[in-house]
Nanobody, 117 residues
């Protein structure tokens, strides 16, 4: 059974630097790209960042480019999202996601980040 468990969400002041973690199990970790998404109150879920399983290439949304860094630890089967210089607009529930070989999408339960100004 595929499981994704996010952690690290917190209430931080603007400019803060929390680190989120996604622990994966139930699938061959290094066979799939893993992404981070977020959903702010009243808004649709949006892609934040993704890391490839092939060559560790990365994608970042324009809104977080230069502030967030995604990385993965293959032995630990975790994907981290280091968030720096947070802004109130970064307030959201953050989710990690994996899509398997037959296009099934799996989500974690999310971890909440609140940025106070």
């Amino acid at each position: 059974e595929v499981q994704l468990v996010e952690s690290g969400g917190e209430l931080v002041q603007a400019g803060g630097s929390p680190r989120l973690s996604c622990a994966a199990s139930g699938f061959t970790f290094d066979d799939y790209a893993i992404g981070w998404f977020r959903q702010a109150p009243g808004k649709e879920r949006e892609a934040v960042s993704c890391i490839s399983n092939n060559d560790d290439s990365t994608y970042y949304a324009d809104s977080v480019k230069g502030r967030f860094t995604i990385s993965r630890d293959i032995p630990k089967k975790t994907v981290a999202l280091q968030m720096n210089n947070l802004k109130p607009d970064d307030t959201a529930v953050y989710y990690c996601n994996v899509i398997d070989a037959i296009d099934r999408s799996f989500w974690g339960q999310g971890t909440s980040v609140t940025v106070s100004s």
